[in-house]
């Protein structure tokens, strides 16, 4: 039931636009895998999905499934199902029906197609509730249904659409539960847009970063985090630091000093930007020396910000030659998240560990 | 015994009843003025009816007795004999076909208004709408004298006008009920496999059923009710109800006849706006028969 699909410089230009929607977007998505599509509003991540599904028709570029171009094929002949962010169950037929659709249009007796709708509906969980009317159904419940009847039509490709966006974090993460499960019993191939990283990074195997209608990166969502290839990654993936210097001999020089490229990894030279993830940096109280593995950058705790259980600092960079106290505002600053038990008070010198495996160079 | 829960009563957790609204609960005084208000335009309606009812049984009552001073039957008798019953046949038949043509007409004008596929779509609703604004006569006196002209027989000729009549009904209807039709649900269908055609009737028909009752019934009442265009273009060869009843009423002594007549014609649409209450809502709350659903407040899985 799982395909394999590919995009291969997908454009698309609506009609009284005078910037594609989506420009020259490839990636490829292996059978059974699940990619994010992952950007926020306006980026044209919806747009790529009704593309694939065949509700919009590409300006250029080609779509292909186990390496079929679908170009021309329409919408019901192209083995996809879609789930929107609304539901959009059918008013007037039960649940059971509703998830019996595909089946039903695809000419199966009903009692089959009944039949066959029962065990999608216990997949997810809502055994027993076929007869009810779909009015009589709560929000979360809404979803699984609609999540049933897509699945139930096998698709080649099973296309999502912010499909969790409108439920309460809660019952979210009830459904990205479910969803693994489905993916463990069914491993459909799974296209996902979605403008929450977390859940991209919680659902996904792998995520295509879309801005402007431009792919900015396609790649696993570690890597996404740690290895951004440029600063519109790492600021969209929600990087916080960003320390400009250049790169000498592969070692970035910067205010906070000399870090080395991690082993196996090679920066271009000259200006480039160090990017590091604020959750990968630790605060030691007090004057430290580095680890082997890490930079020890003195610092002063500059603000603290509660986030619940855990606090976020910024950290100024103090002077490495002078020594002094820093407070400037140019100085160059970190952001470091320590559990909010942690006595680090405002003005408070401590020493942030950044290890080196965690950091990258990027464009300015 | 299931009951259902009828399509738009939701229980949120914000309940939708007027009473826990502040500026909606009712006021004793305006209780009273909507009750009484209520009740005159009920008697408004119903009176008139009962003279009618009292003729269709009277065979005679002279003027300043309060009753009828002979009951009887002769006025159904006599309005057998001048032919009502094949009379009310070609009213239904007439009426079943205007509202059998301008229903789909005035949905498909609807649908594409509504999803902004006409050009000038202003001066389109408004040629759209012009039959209401015409006076019957002038349309009529100027189109009999074209379709005899062009040898249109007289019967399809009414039917055509009465038609053209009927769309500005139906259109409007239907754009009322497009402008609630949500275009997700067609494409979900698609992806899901439907062809064009399994939209049509299985999706797209559905949920605009109630609409296209409507339409229909308003059609139908056009045809059903009609006299001008039927007397004129018609030019006698086609006898409907109305065509009986207003021959009988020009004459005198003929009040059980026509109260006959009239109550028969009160019938066929009688019976269509029940049928329009029962299985014109948008939700077919009698199909499912099955156990009461938990009501779970939205959110909870």
Sequence with gaps: ?364 | MAMMIPYGQRITPDTRETRSRGLMRPRPLGRVVRVVLASLLALWFALPLVPLLVWSVANRWSFPAVLPTEWGLDGLMTALEQGAAPAFGRSIVLALAVAAIATPLGALAARALTLGRVPAPRLVSGILLAPLALPAFVAVMGLTIVLLRARVPAALAVLLLLVAAALPYTVYTMRVAYAAHDLAFEEEARTLGASRWHVLWRVHLPLVAPGLARAAFLAFLVGWSDYVVTVLVGGGTLVTLPLLVGSYAAGVGNDAIVAVLSLSAIIPPLLLLLALGRFGRRYPAARFAGPTPSRSPKGSP
């Design chain 1, 1 to 364: 039931m799982s395909a394999s699909l590919s995009l291969d410089a997908l454009t698309k230009v609506f009609d009284d636009a005078s910037r594609p929607a989506v420009d020259a977007v490839s990636f490829s998505v292996a059978p059974g895998e699940c990619l994010a599509i992952l950007g926020p509003s306006g980026s044209g991540k919806s747009t790529v999905l009704r593309s694939i599904a065949g509700l919009d028709v590409p300006s250029a570029g080609r779509i292909l499934v186990d390496g079929a171009d679908v170009a021309g094929l329409a919408p019901e002949r192209r083995g996809m199902a879609m789930v929107f962010q609304r539901p959009l169950l059918f008013p007037h037929l039960s649940v059971l029906d509703n998830v019996a659709f595909a089946a039903t249009v695809a000419g199966q007796p009903k009692r089959e197609a009944r039949a066959d709708a029962t065990q999608f509906l216990e997949l997810v969980q809502l055994a027993g509730f076929g007869p009810r009317p779909v009015t009589a159904l709560s929000g979360g419940q809404e979803q699984r249904v609609a999540l049933a009847r897509a699945l139930a039509a096998r698709p080649r490709v099973l296309l999502l659409d912010e499909p969790f966006s409108a439920l309460d974090p809660e019952l979210r993460s009830d459904m990205h539960e479910l969803l693994a499960a489905i993916r463990a019993q069914v491993a459909p191939t799974v296209v996902m847009v979605t403008h929450d990283r977390d859940e991209a990074a919680i659902v996904a195997d792998r995520v295509a970063l879309l801005k402007g209608g431009r792919l900015l990166q396609h790649d696993t969502v570690e890597r996404l985090y740690t290895r951004p290839v440029s600063l519109d990654v790492a600021r969209l993936m929600g990087g916080r630091i960003e320390v400009p210097g250049t790169v000498r001999d592969g070692i970035h020089v910067s205010a906070i000093g000399e870090v080395p490229a991690a082993d196996g990894e090679t920066w271009a030279e000259g200006a480039g930007v160090l990017v590091v993830r604020h959750e990968a940096i630790q605060v030691v109280a007090a004057r430290a020396s580095a680890p082997e593995g890490f930079v020890a950058v003195d610092v002063v705790v500059a603000e603290r910000t509660p986030r619940g259980p855990r606090a976020e600092l910024a950290l100024a960079v103090t002077d490495q030659a002078a020594d002094a106290p820093a407070g400037s505002v140019d100085s160059p600053r970190l952001t470091a998240e320590v559990p909010a038990s942690r006595p680090l008070a405002i003005g408070e010198r401590a020493t942030a560990l950044i290890p080196r495996s965690a950091c990258t160079v990027v464009a300015g």
